[in-house]
């Protein structure tokens, strides 16, 4: 609605309200003087006759309110008055108004900020037209596939409306006034018509340009778009130079839009994929591939055609195509991450329920203070729904105050969460406080009014008159059903509380268990930087080894290095390429059985650099050369995978042996320690190094086309001090060779385990500090309930002491109760947790969801905490005077 | 006059619908109506006609409109919308059903069980 149109209908409201006064006012009036002229006519005196007809007819005002109220026209006018009132006692009780409000405004804060995470990530639809019908086809539904395979998926379904694939590829950016490493995708010309996702400016691939010789056009994001051509809109038909060859700027995405979204993701520019003379390979897996499915074609029809097709494939090309599975794009972006998020969302909701316990507590306490005032008001005409519509508004009024603090607080929250959150959660970048967070907000804060606001207005309204009046302020006539509800609310708490430190226990071991994860290598000390050549004068085959060969020495020179050596990939950080190998002198294995194994290249000096011990045989050294034999390393899982019982070295391995005659043959000369590589929690892999100065591909004078695949080595040096400290000093050794050299990825390694363990701990914080304000907020609880029954009792613990009862057993009649408080609620909150734990095992690592040493602790701690909460009223309680007791009130 | 009945609960509804039925009336004239169809015999508080008038008006079963009186002043006038037609029927339905059923409940000797 319009301003203007609100302000018309509110005038119209109140102008039809004053006339409905005026009328019932004159219809009022004549109906007095009527009667009262009848009986002026049957001889009454003028006076007396009015004064009766007036006597009569009853309450004229609340005849009034009663006639507003049937046509409905009061609502207003009421919620205002009770809205007024409101107001006053919360100025009238400013520290009660203060924690309360506090105390919502970090639970309604708290879920609106997880909520608006919850929502970014998970509930809206990806940014892609019409994106429900998008899915990705991968093998086993996260592996690539070759490029013969999906042209062939691709030609033969009737399934999709499209089919589309996509190739990574980290292009360096030369030739403007500085290098820069870029992460970009070559895409099929079809996909980003299937996307339905128009440029900002210029345009889309065209067919045929994803054709060989065509595919030199590119699309930039608006991103990179900004940073380096400052938003210029006369991009368009300009040239760049990405790993040295010319590329035409022909469009710029919006602003926003993000290929592809759960891998790959920070992809800033695509440019076609012609596949060269790759298109005809069922060998190199390196594509993802993304469909359209056709209007009226549904998931389980399109499984079952790709089951079809590649059940063919695989009959006519063995070994390829198995387990190709068709996933919905939005399940493939947030599978990963929806089960911690709603583990979130649950345990911040609970967090919420206390909070709500823990207000309307402190509303009950109140309501018992204010029976005077509302017996008064009872006395006065007032009904019961007026005021448990009172106290309702007050409520609201108490939420609507935690609820702007709150809109406060989820901001900052969501700043927090988003500044914490593990890389891998998807579009955490668009979280923020929008139209829905806020309508979130506003329903929450609805929502929890009422819940906290109810049983109090009811309990309130349901005082005994007379008694309260006659009592003269005493107010001593708490019944017991206003003390089990009091005890209902401590057990709740108390069991909410429970279940939250159990799941915040559960994490802390999962973290714990993962840092005393052995990763093979000693990740501290360690630092480490990708240096690309492409497109720099050291990009020349017969340059790289020699500029390598400096490149470490010089690193390996700077003060403060300890040791100093280059990879390919780094370990969990970096890329992971798998390829398949034959054993010499083994018969040759079927297709698709070939041993693998995660490929890595490494110069001597890398594995001292990592502290990667080699359990058997010798590092690769300076001689392993181009000219010398060749040399492999492989870890320990692959000495017993592919030779158990077997020494494996001075074994024979080749990876070229379908393609090179005489096959490259290379000999294990040493077995290394298994290496953390792609997942922290995961199992390690088969994996071979290969020596670097001895490998053409590494080197550039393959003369294949993926040499542009390694055109770039991974730095990793082992300082005395601290890491960070060298990178300055590290790049500037890169630089001090060639200023068109492309750094990009300097990390320590430190930074990349806590990368790869950023999201458990995510979990864990997150988990943690909602326990923790669960149990600030239950020993509140408790603590106010015993204290407030403690001060009740003095007249009874006068009388005990009075008639002999020690200090002692004071002190146990008042802890008494709350440790059964403390342990009905322990004991609902250990079934609770039983019940829920089993949500979270996918987020536990090394911890059963129902461990019992953190089931026993959190108990026990939390029991503790109550024996606490509870012993300070009972101390006091202990101190009572008996005589002064006596005569209190 | 004999000792006045109070009204039972809900019937006051009933009463002002049949009342305006035979005529429009305004409040007053609703009162005299019934007091004299009754022969006095029911108590109604008059203050309370007014909110049952607001109540079956905003319900839709009857409407109003401004008037003369006898006595020549302004008076409110109210009448029977074809809704509340209906309704008067039915609620009069209902009450018939409920008094026979009652009456026969109150009627009962112990022989006939």
Not at chain 1, 689 to 701: I, T
Not at chain 1, 847 to 869: E, I, Q
């Amino acid at each position: 609605m319009t301003m203007w149109a609100r302000l018309r209908s509110w005038t119209a409201a109140m102008l039809g309200r004053s006339r409905m006064e005026r009328d019932m006012d004159e219809e009022m009036r004549f109906h007095i003087e009527s009667y009262a002229a009848e009986l002026m006519q049957r001889g009454v005196p003028q006076q007396e006759a009015l004064r009766q007809a007036r006597l009569e007819f009853g309450g004229m005002e609340t005849a009034k309110e009663e006639c507003r109220d049937a046509v409905g026209v009061s609502f207003l006018e009421t919620l205002f008055q009770d809205m007024r009132h409101g107001i006053r006692t919360m100025q009238r009780t400013p520290v009660f108004t203060v924690i309360a409000a506090t105390v919502l405004a970090l639970g309604i804060g708290a879920n609106t900020a997880i909520f608006s995470v919850v929502d970014a990530v998970l509930l809206r639809p990806l940014d892609y037209k019409d994106s429900g019908r998008l899915v990705t086809v991968l093998m086993n539904g996260d592996a690539p596939v070759a490029p013969a395979n999906y042209i062939d998926w691709r030609d033969q379904n009737r399934s999709f409306e499209a089919m589309g694939a996509a190739d990574y590829w980290s292009p360096n950016l030369t030739g403007l006034d500085s290098p820069e490493h870029l992460v970009g995708l070559k895409v099929t010309q079809n996909l980003f018509p299937m996307l339905g996702i128009n440029p900002l400016i210029g345009r889309l691939f065209v067919p045929g340009e994803d054709k060989d010789g065509a595919d030199r056009e590119v699309i930039l994001n608006y991103r990179l778009w900004q940073r380096r051509f400052s938003g210029d809109r006369n991009v368009l038909g300009k040239p760049i130079v990405l790993d040295g060859n010319a590329f035409t700027i022909v469009g710029v995405m919006p602003q926003g839009f993000q290929f592809a979204p759960f891998w790959a993701t920070k992809a800033e520019l695509w440019v076609p994929n012609a596949f060269g003379a790759r298109i005809h390979s069922r060998g190199g897996n390196s594509l993802r591939i993304f469909a359209r499915l056709k209007d009226g074609v549904s998931l389980t029809q399109a499984r079952a055609e790709m089951a079809a097709i590649t059940g063919r494939l695989e009959q006519q090309y063995p070994g390829t195509n198995r387990d190709v599975v068709v996933t919905p794009l939005k399940e493939k972006v947030v599978g990963e991450i929806e089960t911690p998020l709603l583990v979130l969302l649950g345990a911040v909701g609970f967090v919420l329920l206390i909070t709500c316990a823990n207000v309307a507590h402190m509303l009950l306490a109140r309501a018992a203070a204010r029976q005077k005032e509302v017996a008064v008001r009872t006395a006065l005409g007032a009904r019961r729904g007026r005021i448990v519509r009172q106290f309702l508004t007050e409520s609201l009024l108490l939420g609507c105050l935690g609820g702007v603090a709150g809109l406060a607080l989820a901001a900052l929250g969501t700043k927090f969460l988003v500044a914490l959150s593990p890389a891998n959660i998807p579009r955490v970048q668009t979280v923020g406080i929008d139209i829905r967070a806020a309508l979130f907000l506003f329903g929450a804060t609805f929502v929890t009014s009422i819940g906290f606001g109810l049983a109090p207005a009811l309990q309130a309204s349901s005082v005994a008159l007379s008694d309260t009046l006659k009592e003269g302020g005493r107010g001593n006539s708490e019944g017991r059903g206003r003390n089990r509800l009091r005890n209902l609310l401590v057990v709740s708490e108390f069991a909410l509380a429970l279940m939250l430190l159990i799941g915040a226990g559960l994490m802390i071991r999962t973290f714990a268990a993962l840092g005393a994860v052995d990763a093979g290598f000693n990740p501290h000390h360690v630092i480490s930087m990708v240096v690309s050549v492409a497109g720099s004068k050291e990009a020349d085959p017969a340059r790289r080894a020699v500029f390598y060969r400096q490149l470490i020495e010089r690193v390996r020179s700077l003060p403060g290095v300890e040791a100093a050596g280059a990879i390919n990939h780094l370990p969990l950080a970096g890329d992971l390429w798998g390829w398949p190998f034959v054993i010499e002198g083994r018969p040759k294995p079927r297709p698709g059985e070939y041993p693998g194994s995660t490929y890595r290249m490494v110069t001597p000096g890398y594995f001292a650099a990592m502290r990667l011990p080699l359990i058997r045989g010798r590092d690769v050294a300076e001689t392993d050369n181009v000219t010398a034999p060749g040399v492999v390393i492989i870890n320990e899982r692959a000495a017993h995978e592919y030779w158990p019982g077997e020494d494996p070295i001075g074994k024979r391995i080749s990876f070229d042996s379908d393609k090179a005659n005489p096959p490259t043959w290379l000999t294990v000369i040493g077995v290394a320690k298994d290496a953390k590589q792609y997942d922290w929690a995961g199992e390690a892999f088969p994996e071979t190094y290969l020596a670097a100065f001895q490998n053409h591909d590494f080197l550039g004078d393959s003369g294949l086309e993926a040499a542009s695949h390694v055109s770039y080595i991974t730095l990793v040096a082992r300082t005395i001090g601290d890491p960070a400290a060298l990178a300055p000093s590290m790049k500037e050794a890169a630089w001090s060779f060639d200023r068109n050299l492309a750094i990009s990825q300097v990390v320590t390694m430190d930074g990349v385990v806590a990368d790869a363990n950023a999201q458990p701990r995510f979990e864990m914080l997150l988990l943690t500090i909602f326990a923790a304000v669960a149990l600030v907020l239950a020993t509140v609880g408790i603590y106010g309930v015993i204290s407030y029954s403690a001060s009740r009792r003095t007249h009874e613990i006068g009388v005990r002491m009075s008639l002999g009862a020690s200090r002692f057993d004071v002190l146990l009649l008042v802890v008494r109760q709350g440790v059964w408080l403390a342990l009905a609620g322990s004991v609902t909150g250990i079934f609770g947790a039983l019940l829920l734990s089993r949500l979270m095992a996918k987020l536990l690592y090394g911890v059963k969801p129902t461990d019992p040493a953190t089931f026993v602790a959190v108990a026990a701690g939390l029991g503790l905490v109550a024996m606490l909460a509870c012993y300070l009223p009972a101390r006091r309680a202990m101190r009572i005077d008996p005589m002064a007791a006596l005569r209190y009130e | 006059m004999d000792k006045q009945l109070e009204l039972l609960q809900g019937t006051l509804d009933l009463l002002i619908l049949k009342a305006v039925s035979l005529s429009p009336l305004h409040g007053y004239g609703i009162l005299l109506r019934i007091q004299q169809i009754s022969k006095e015999r029911l108590e109604i508080q008059q203050g309370s006609l007014y909110p049952a008038l607001y109540r079956l008006e905003h319900q839709g079963w009857i409407t109003s409109e401004w008037g003369e009186s006898e006595n020549k002043r302004r008076a409110r006038y109210y009448r029977l919308t074809a809704a509340g037609k209906r309704r008067l029927q039915s609620e009069t339905d209902r009450w018939n059903e409920m008094t026979a059923v009652i009456a026969g409940i109150l009627q009962t000797t112990p022989e006939e069980l």
